[in-house]
């Protein structure tokens, strides 16, 4: 979650012009120029530490060892299913993986934050909703994370095709680095004859995933029930699905192939769009791989780009501009209040604005790090925000990181302040008041008659929170819905209400269930008329 961008290098490297390589392409700090001066001296490198101690492999046959890798040059990827940055870094890899599929071999070593995460089935289900297509051990007790000496998500570490460890880098946004490493890697070692260049194939986890549900993944969901509709982001399909409130289809917008393009609805694309926004006959959908805004027009059928220029922008988060000529991060939810459509901006770890009538977007509140810090708009902190709701007065967050409840003011009071949460590494499950509330996760919150509803992501359940009281319980789980032999959410992360009902995208069981508000019953929303796109 850090990007501080620095090269470890644990020995030497044999070759002085590989050293120089690097050198000018990285600001070195002064342990690190300790070992670029044993580097020079050939010291001779050692061999990478085994992958050893996992709980399970995924997305191949088996567990794979160093010594059956050699020829190749790995790209280790110590990464966790929450943190953006390493969501940041998943499309890079696949980028290397698609240039040197002859020469590379990228393992995932998941090495988990949250408790749930530590789960094998959650770690699989990321690696379907990701699209991962590389080895992923679940270093659980983060034993191979210690062995390779790491402190940050996502880090980076590179082995060469001789078995031997040349050191790490921290962050995202590595893609050029590591392109030029293993250019020069594969340069020398074609000269030394080390080189395999026989492809590697794997048993890839998508080809085991079966289900008869037209969803896959979806992330975000939207009731209008003034117009009777529901708004459904189909993550992984790469789709808006529309439907009336009983799950009769209206219409898809989306061929289901990831992408960018604006047209009518058969023809548009989108990439792994998440949270919507309703004005009218405009859905305003946060394409969140695509790092932009995308207007929906209801009545036409037809898609257009609003904010956003399809590149990611790693390093504006304290000025705005013109919606289509500036860079967006990540966002991940969107609300309208009064003109504005507020964007949970999850990659900068701010809130975001984008005046619809002036087309321009930019900060609101939060500096950008990411932390929990109380205080005004500028001078706060968020930690990748991932839901909105409002109650006219207050923009209410889930801050996903922090597992965290926000309120930010929307009456010209300029505060921000916490409801339940504590820190980037205090979570679990625990009901209560105030600082006792502990939530894991959270990334949806739905504001109904006085209370927010909260889905509890990692616990997989919904709480009710009083923004007054602060006061937290749990609303819905196995217990109170009387389904102790089945889960009835499997990592929900999205929720909205209309007509007495909560309406939650069940990101992981692919479908939407309906919660009745009054007697808490549980059904799962059949879908009617809609089916898988044919392109997955």
Not at 48 to 58: D, S
Not at 242 to 247: F, K, N
Not at 451 to 461: H, I, Q, W
Request: proline share 4%; charged share 25%.
């Amino acid at each position: 979650m850090r990007n501080d961008r620095r090269l470890l290098l644990s020995a030497g490297i044999a070759c002085a012009f590989f050293v120089a390589f690097l050198v000018g392409f990285l600001f070195i700090s002064r342990p690190e120029q300790r070992l670029l001066a044993a580097a020079q001296e050939d010291i001779q490198l050692k061999p990478a530490p085994e992958l050893e101690g996992g709980k399970a492999w995924l997305n191949t046959a088996g567990p794979l060892r160093i010594k059956d890798l050699r020829g190749k040059i790995v790209v280790l990827d110590f990464w966790t299913l929450c943190c953006i940055n390493c969501i940041h870094t998943i499309p890079d890899l696949a980028k290397l993986e698609k240039k040197y599929a002859n020469e590379v071999v990228v393992i995932g070593v998941h090495s988990a934050k949250f408790e749930n995460e530590k789960n094998t089935e959650s770690i699989r289900k990321a690696i379907l909703r990701y699209e991962i297509e590389h080895p992923v051990v679940n270093d659980a007790d983060m034993k191979i994370w210690r062995a390779y000496g790491v402190n940050s998500w996502p880090t980076l570490a590179v082995i060469d095709p001789e078995g031997n460890y040349l050191g790490q880098v921290s962050g995202e946004g590595n893609y050029e680095l590591l392109d030029r490493v293993i250019s020069k890697l594969i340069e020398i070692h074609k000269k030394k004859k080390t080189l395999d260049t026989k492809p590697r194939r794997f048993e890839l986890a998508r080809f085991k995933e079966k289900g008869d549900s037209p969803l896959f993944f979806p992330g975000k969901v939207l009731a209008d029930e003034k117009s009777n509709r529901l708004f459904i982001a189909d993550s992984t399909h790469h789709r808006v699905v529309i439907s009336d409130l009983d799950g009769n289809k209206i219409a898809i917008a989306g061929t289901g192939k990831p992408g960018h393009a604006d047209g009518d609805f058969a023809e548009a694309q989108f990439d792994d769009p998440q949270g919507m926004a309703l004005d009218g006959e405009t859905l305003y959908v946060a394409d969140r791989k695509n790092h932009m805004i995308r207007a929906l027009d209801l009545k036409e059928k037809s898609v257009t780009t609003v904010a956003g220029i399809g590149e990611q922008d790693r390093e504006n988060r304290h000025r705005g501009g013109p919606a289509l000529k500036t860079g967006l991060n990540s966002p991940w939810a969107l609300l309208i209040h009064k003109g504005m459509l507020y964007i949970a901006m999850a990659g900068h770890h701010q809130i975001w604005r984008l005046d619809l009538k002036r087309n321009f977007v930019e900060p609101f509140a939060g500096n950008g790090r990411e932390a929990l810090v109380d205080g005004t708009l500028a001078g706060s902190s968020f930690a990748q925000p991932s839901g909105l709701t409002t109650d006219g007065k207050n923009l209410y967050v889930a801050d996903s990181e922090v597992s965290a409840i926000r309120s930010v003011s929307l009456d010209g009071k300029d505060t921000v302040t916490t409801i339940v949460g504590q820190d980037l590494f205090e979570f679990g499950d625990i009901d209560g008041v105030g600082d006792k509330v502990r939530l894991q996760h959270a990334l949806g919150v739905c504001y109904v008659d006085g209370k927010l509803y909260v889905a509890d992501t990692y616990n997989s359940k919904l709480k009710v929170i009083d923004p007054l009281k602060r006061e937290c319980r749990t609303f819905v789980d196995a217990d109170t819905a009387g389904w102790m032999s089945n889960p009835i959410f499997v990592e929900p992360a999205g929720l909205t209400y209309a007509k007495g009902k909560l309406y939650v995208a069940d990101t992981n069981a692919h479908r939407i269930q309906v919660v009745d508000l009054k007697t808490r019953k549980v059904e799962t929303l059949k879908l009617k008329g809609v089916e898988a796109p044919k392109t997955n």
